[in-house]
């Protein structure tokens, strides 16, 4: 019974293959196929339904239902049974259509004589596509081999949709794929703007054949990518880089084990037997993973999810021979998208780029920190850029807004131009303040350093007038490589970092690592809510190898000159002292082993919990320098994550109780005569670097870019002055001060 369930569906996919294959329009297509998928079913219907949008289906072609609703009925997502198989990914099968929850009843369409009813999602690797019904005048629940045999058609549908093979000229058709306009809201992870073209870090393997004629030799073709892909991993798992690395070889162990999963190539082999080729097999495996991704709630399932995707990706690869270098040439002006990137790789494309897209990301991944040390624009949870985007493709990123403009029309492009006109002519200007102090009109003074995590960084320390740097990442060395790195090529690279300065100081700050920052070796913690986990220093004291193999490094590196070390996230006086008691230990051994000591030595406190602003005033007393981590100091004190878009920017930092806590770290730095600093995003925009100046912060330090429009708005204004409007409008019981100091801005 099996044999035969499996030849029908075979004899259905080779007649789907054969109307692909002959010459017709877009519509003849779907008609032929919606009368042969009926007619093989024994169903008195079968409805195709497409996306029209990214919300709205679309019935496209039908047998068995009124002609005329054709291109007139339309659900939105979620709406009806059609809606809810598409927002689900996930079929619906029922006897009794009318009582389902969520039934919506169509009178255009005639349906209401057909109570049965399957649908299943037209979907492809994560892409919603639309949805293949089929319906019966009789109270009939389908088998098992008949929703799964669906499901196979299904897939070819995706593939053939993918291929454009339901497009036509025809005003009623479905709108052509990666031929029109289309603006993306995404969210801001490094500002600025850019044009270009598309240039995908993993071009998306094309599916030609979705429809295989020999079951035995796509079997063959099957075992054989199979086998490759298994040797591949077992040789990573094998790397000597592991030797030792017990969290990167257990990521790698689940790896492979999924790799080497018995269920997962069986569902597979079962695919194939039902007509459809190797490639279109995995695909279709890996749309179901997608799915399943989708409405994981789970961390960790949804990470295993990943390894999976990933690893079918890898596959499809040496199936089809479509591998990342395709022999295309980088565009001119490279705008990189992708689903998600390592810190590595994109470091491999360096300056080359002018901007970066994601689907995924975060404000304060690796990504985010490489696009900020390489100073071009970023933009991340771009939904669907991956799938709309092809190589090439005129492309805008507006960091600032957090907007992608695919293929734009012409008025978009020329008003986006004038604004990098206008940037440009802009940083031309401050070219000329490179050399001046950040002097206000009444003397006060404020000293603007730079933000840096890479060698790539430290000529904008000279280019941008920076006085030093406030804040080196150490992380990323750790975060572009697949181990722990060497004493000795961290000393080396400490070394030329301070060489690079030319004497100016610069702040290092040990490994902050954690939250949206992990190590690809480092075991995921899947914590609930990592951003107040086990990060930064608490990993430092718990892996204080790790952290005593750092200032080694450090100490070594700075011989005979100064040395600034700052902990991160320290969140209790206790953690500071532990964490100085084991730098001067660390020192003491330097000494005793004969190396040559730092000329001076300053140790801070970066300042990102609440907690600490009110430590004892021993604490402000033990530090040689405070900085004030805005971006998490932030977030802490409204309860509000800065990676959640619906949040996030419902808080000022010009908010009169977030100004009243600065105010009061100012004054117990200034009691306990210890220099403070203010590091994060609002130190480089310029209205929120002169509110700081005003409370008393007199120094800031942010991403080179921004030293410029910072120091020209301070220079032309008194910053005393501004101390007193503040005061003033704080006093009146305003709860935002934003307004007052603009409308004073605006009258300088």
């Given at each position: 019974?099996?044999?035969?369930k499996d030849?029908?569906?075979?004899?259905?996919?080779?007649?789907?293959?054969?109307?692909?294959?002959?010459?017709?329009?877009g519509q003849?297509?779907?008609d032929?196929?919606?009368?042969?998928?009926?007619?093989?079913?024994g169903?008195?219907?079968?409805?195709?339904?497409?996306?029209?949008d990214?919300e709205t289906?679309e019935?496209?072609a039908?047998?068995g239902?009124?002609p005329?609703?054709v291109?007139?009925?339309?659900?939105?997502?979620g709406?009806?049974?059609?809606?809810?198989?598409a927002?689900?990914?996930?079929?619906?099968n029922?006897?009794?259509?009318p009582?389902?929850?969520?039934?919506?009843?169509?009178?255009?369409?005639?349906e209401?004589v057909?109570?049965?009813?399957?649908g299943?999602?037209?979907?492809?690797?994560?892409?919603?596509?639309?949805v293949l019904?089929?319906q019966?005048?009789?109270?009939?629940?389908?088998s098992?081999d008949?929703?799964?045999?669906?499901?196979?058609?299904?897939?070819?549908?995706?593939?053939?949709?993918?291929?454009g093979?339901?497009?036509s000229?025809?005003?009623?058709?479905?709108?052509?794929?990666?031929?029109?306009p289309?603006?993306?809201?995404?969210?801001?992870?490094?500002?600025?703007?850019a044009e270009g073209?598309?240039?995908?870090?993993?071009?998306?393997?094309?599916?030609?054949n979705?429809?295989?004629?020999d079951?035995e030799?796509?079997?063959?073709?099957?075992?054989?990518?199979v086998?490759?892909?298994r040797e591949?991993?077992?040789s990573m798992?094998?790397?000597?880089?592991?030797?030792?690395?017990s969290?990167?070889?257990?990521?790698?162990?689940?790896?492979?084990?999924f790799?080497?999963s018995r269920?997962w190539?069986?569902?597979m082999?079962?695919?194939?037997?039902?007509g459809?080729?190797?490639?279109a097999?995995?695909?279709?495996?890996?749309s179901?993973?997608r799915?399943?991704?989708?409405?994981?709630?789970?961390?960790y399932?949804?990470?295993?999810?990943?390894d999976?995707?990933?690893?079918?990706?890898?596959?499809?690869?040496?199936?089809?021979?479509?591998?990342?270098?395709?022999?295309?040439?980088l565009p001119?002006?490279?705008?990189?998208?992708?689903?998600?990137?390592g810190?590595?790789?994109?470091?491999e494309?360096?300056?080359?780029?002018?901007?970066?897209v994601?689907?995924?990301?975060?404000v304060?991944?690796?990504?985010?920190?490489v696009a900020?040390?390489?100073?071009i624009?970023?933009?991340?949870?771009?939904?669907?850029?991956?799938?709309?985007?092809l190589?090439?493709?005129?492309i805008?990123v507006?960091?600032d807004?957090?907007l992608?403009?695919?293929?734009?029309?012409?008025?978009?492009?020329?008003a986006?131009?004038?604004k990098?006109?206008?940037?440009?002519?802009?940083?031309?200007?401050?070219?000329?303040?490179?050399?001046?102090?950040a002097?206000g009109?009444?003397g006060?003074?404020?000293?603007?350093?730079?933000?840096a995590?890479?060698?790539a960084?430290l000529p904008s320390?000279e280019g941008s007038?920076a006085e030093g740097?406030?804040l080196?990442?150490?992380?990323?060395?750790?975060?572009?490589?697949?181990?722990?790195?060497?004493?000795?090529e961290?000393?080396?690279?400490?070394?030329?970092v301070?060489?690079?300065?030319?004497?100016k100081?610069v702040?290092?700050?040990?490994?902050d690592?954690?939250?949206?920052k992990v190590?690809?070796?480092?075991?995921?913690?899947?914590?609930p809510n990592?951003?107040?986990?086990?990060?930064?220093?608490?990993v430092?004291?718990?892996?204080?190898?790790?952290?005593?193999m750092?200032?080694?490094a450090?100490?070594?590196a700075?011989?005979?000159?100064p040395?600034?070390?700052m902990?991160?996230?320290?969140?209790?006086?206790?953690e500071y002292?532990?964490?100085y008691?084991?730098?001067m230990?660390?020192?003491s051994?330097?000494?005793r082993?004969g190396h040559e000591?730092?000329?001076?030595?300053?140790?801070?406190?970066?300042?990102?919990?609440?907690?600490?602003?009110?430590?004892p005033?021993?604490?402000?007393?033990?530090?040689?320098?405070?900085?004030i981590g805005?971006?998490?100091?932030?977030q802490?004190?409204?309860?509000?994550?800065r990676?959640?878009e619906?949040v996030?920017?419902?808080y000022?930092?010009?908010?009169?109780?977030?100004?009243?806590l600065?105010?009061?770290?100012?004054?117990?730095?200034?009691?306990?005569?210890v220099?403070?600093s203010?590091?994060?995003?609002?130190?480089?925009?310029?209205?929120?670097a002169?509110?700081?100046?005003a409370?008393g912060?007199?120094?800031?330090s942010?991403?080179?870019?921004s030293?410029?429009?910072?120091?020209?708005?301070?220079?032309?204004?008194?910053i005393?002055?501004?101390?007193?409007?503040?005061?003033?409008?704080?006093?009146?019981?305003?709860?935002?001060l934003?307004?007052?100091?603009t409308?004073?801005l605006?009258r300088?």
């Amino acid at each position: 019974m099996h044999d035969r369930k499996d030849n029908d569906s075979r004899k259905l996919l080779r007649r789907l293959k054969e109307i692909l294959a002959a010459a017709g329009d877009g519509q003849d297509r779907l008609d032929q196929i919606t009368h042969h998928i009926a007619d093989s079913m024994g169903t008195e219907v079968c409805s195709i339904y497409l996306f029209r949008d990214a919300e709205t289906l679309e019935l496209c072609a039908t047998e068995g239902l009124r002609p005329e609703a054709v291109h007139q009925t339309r659900l939105r997502l979620g709406e009806g049974l059609v809606g809810r198989v598409a927002r689900s990914g996930r079929h619906v099968n029922t006897a009794d259509a009318p009582s389902e929850p969520g039934f919506r009843y169509m009178a255009e369409t005639g349906e209401e004589v057909f109570p049965s009813f399957l649908g299943v999602p037209i979907q492809r690797v994560g892409e919603r596509l639309g949805v293949l019904v089929v319906q019966c005048n009789d109270s009939r629940q389908f088998s098992e081999d008949e929703v799964y045999g669906l499901e196979v058609v299904a897939m070819v549908l995706a593939e053939m949709t993918e291929l454009g093979a339901f497009q036509s000229s025809n005003s009623d058709s479905m709108p052509q794929a990666h031929r029109f306009p289309l603006m993306i809201h995404g969210s801001t992870a490094q500002e600025g703007a850019a044009e270009g073209q598309v240039w995908l870090h993993e071009p998306r393997v094309v599916v030609t054949n979705p429809v295989g004629d020999d079951p035995e030799k796509e079997l063959e073709r099957l075992h054989q990518g199979v086998n490759k892909l298994r040797e591949r991993v077992d040789s990573m798992v094998s790397a000597p880089d592991l030797a030792g690395d017990s969290d990167h070889a257990a990521v790698l162990e689940t790896y492979r084990m999924f790799a080497h999963s018995r269920s997962w190539l069986k569902r597979m082999e079962e695919d194939i037997q039902r007509g459809l080729s190797a490639e279109a097999a995995v695909e279709k495996e890996q749309s179901a993973a997608r799915s399943r991704l989708e409405m994981a709630a789970d961390p960790y399932l949804r990470d295993r999810l990943h390894d999976l995707d990933d690893l079918s990706n890898r596959l499809l690869r040496i199936l089809t021979g479509q591998g990342v270098d395709t022999g295309a040439e980088l565009p001119a002006r490279p705008i990189l998208v992708a689903r998600n990137i390592g810190p590595a790789e994109l470091l491999e494309y360096g300056r080359r780029l002018k901007g970066v897209v994601l689907e995924e990301g975060s404000v304060g991944s690796h990504a985010a920190i490489v696009a900020r040390a390489l100073a071009i624009p970023l933009v991340i949870h771009a939904s669907r850029i991956t799938t709309e985007a092809l190589n090439g493709d005129p492309i805008l990123v507006d960091g600032d807004q957090g907007l992608v403009h695919l293929r734009p029309e012409d008025s978009v492009a020329t008003a986006f131009r004038d604004k990098i006109a206008m940037q440009a002519e802009a940083q031309n200007r401050y070219a000329s303040l490179r050399n001046l102090p950040a002097t206000g009109i009444c003397g006060t003074t404020v000293q603007l350093y730079m933000n840096a995590g890479l060698m790539a960084d430290l000529p904008s320390l000279e280019g941008s007038g920076a006085e030093g740097v406030g804040l080196f990442r150490t992380e990323l060395q750790f975060l572009i490589r697949n181990h722990v790195p060497r004493r000795g090529e961290l000393a080396e690279l400490y070394r030329h970092v301070t060489d690079r300065a030319m004497g100016k100081p610069v702040m290092f700050r040990t490994l902050d690592i954690g939250s949206d920052k992990v190590l690809p070796y480092m075991k995921p913690q899947d914590e609930p809510n990592p951003a107040m986990g086990w990060r930064a220093i608490r990993v430092g004291l718990d892996k204080r190898g790790v952290l005593r193999m750092q200032l080694q490094a450090l100490i070594r590196a700075s011989a005979g000159r100064p040395l600034h070390v700052m902990f991160p996230f320290i969140a209790d006086m206790s953690e500071y002292e532990d964490a100085y008691r084991i730098l001067m230990q660390e020192l003491s051994r330097e000494q005793r082993l004969g190396h040559e000591m730092p000329s001076d030595i300053r140790v801070g406190a970066m300042l990102e919990t609440p907690s600490i602003a009110f430590a004892p005033r021993k604490f402000f007393e033990m530090c040689d320098f405070v900085s004030i981590g805005g971006n998490d100091l932030k977030q802490f004190f409204f309860a509000a994550d800065r990676e959640n878009e619906r949040v996030r920017r419902r808080y000022d930092t010009l908010n009169t109780a977030f100004l009243s806590l600065l105010g009061q770290i100012v004054e117990r730095c200034e009691e306990a005569r210890v220099p403070l600093s203010f590091c994060g995003e609002d130190a480089g925009r310029p209205i929120e670097a002169v509110t700081l100046a005003a409370l008393g912060i007199r120094r800031l330090s942010m991403r080179p870019a921004s030293i410029g429009p910072v120091k020209h708005l301070i220079r032309r204004v008194s910053i005393s002055e501004l101390r007193k409007v503040i005061d003033e409008a704080r006093d009146s019981g305003l709860t935002n001060l934003r307004r007052p100091v603009t409308e004073w801005l605006a009258r300088q």
